[in-house]
């Protein structure tokens, strides 16, 4: 605002303002400083996937050994052609499956952390795992009762993907194409098929090694 005199009378003129150059920042102070934020993917959502795993993965390692047979009888009433007993797998086998997957799905969420959750392979991971959360609930309806993973299916896998995929996009995280999700979910069952048969091959190394291992023998193929 300036005031000019003009024959001992003051002229006041009004203010003038000049629009911001197109792409410049015109934001400052605590919105700006949030809007930065945004854009950070805190580790609880790349490492949390792991730890989302260990939680469900646990539930599956107690209940998984020997419940093809304890649950064989109602299986077999519903489902009389299906050979429920060669699904059977023992504790070692499940631990050794168990273990070959973290190594995997660290490996996933390690890429997750360094890209901040732009690694195709990571965003693949996480599609797959909310997938994956949804076939236990299929499982467990279709036999209509508790089948190994059914608990944490709906608690933990579900929730965080759901979680995860929001904190993704409220950072500018950029969904992964079509394409690549499509891949991860066809992924899953070959993973876990070749861990499967890995933890069969190293199980049934040790029974020929002469050690004792548990009851019942590895029969999930």
């Not at 009389?80 to 504790?91: A, H, Q």
Request: hydrophobic letters at 50%; a positive charge; glycine letters at 12%.
């Amino acid at each position: 605002m300036r005031s000019h005199a003009h024959g001992g009378v003051g002229r006041v003129t009004a203010p003038t303002w000049t629009a911001p150059a197109p792409g410049a920042a015109a934001v400052s102070g605590p919105a700006s400083a949030g809007a930065a934020a945004s854009g950070v993917v805190p580790a609880v959502v790349t490492w949390g996937l792991l730890a989302a795993w260990a939680v469900h993965d646990a539930e599956e390692l107690v209940t998984m050994p020997g419940w093809a047979g304890r649950a064989g009888p109602r299986l077999r009433r519903l489902f009389p052609g299906v050979p429920w007993e060669r699904l059977d797998v023992s504790r070692a086998h499940t631990t050794v499956a168990i273990g070959l997957m973290g190594g995997a799905v660290a490996a996933l969420s390690a890429a997750g952390a360094r890209t901040g959750g732009r690694s195709p392979a990571f965003q693949a991971a996480l599609t797959a795992f909310g997938l994956h959360g949804v076939v236990h609930l299929a499982q467990a309806a279709v036999p209509r009762g508790y089948t190994p993973g059914a608990v944490t299916a709906p608690l933990v896998v579900i929730p965080f993907t759901l979680w995860a995929r929001r904190r993704l996009r409220e950072a500018g995280v950029p969904a992964p194409p079509r394409g690549s999700s499509a891949v991860g979910a066809l992924a899953v069952p070959l993973l876990l098929a070749g861990v499967h048969a890995a933890a069969h091959a190293v199980t049934r190394r040790r029974d020929r090694g002469g050690r004792p291992t548990s009851r019942p023998r590895d029969r999930w193929y």
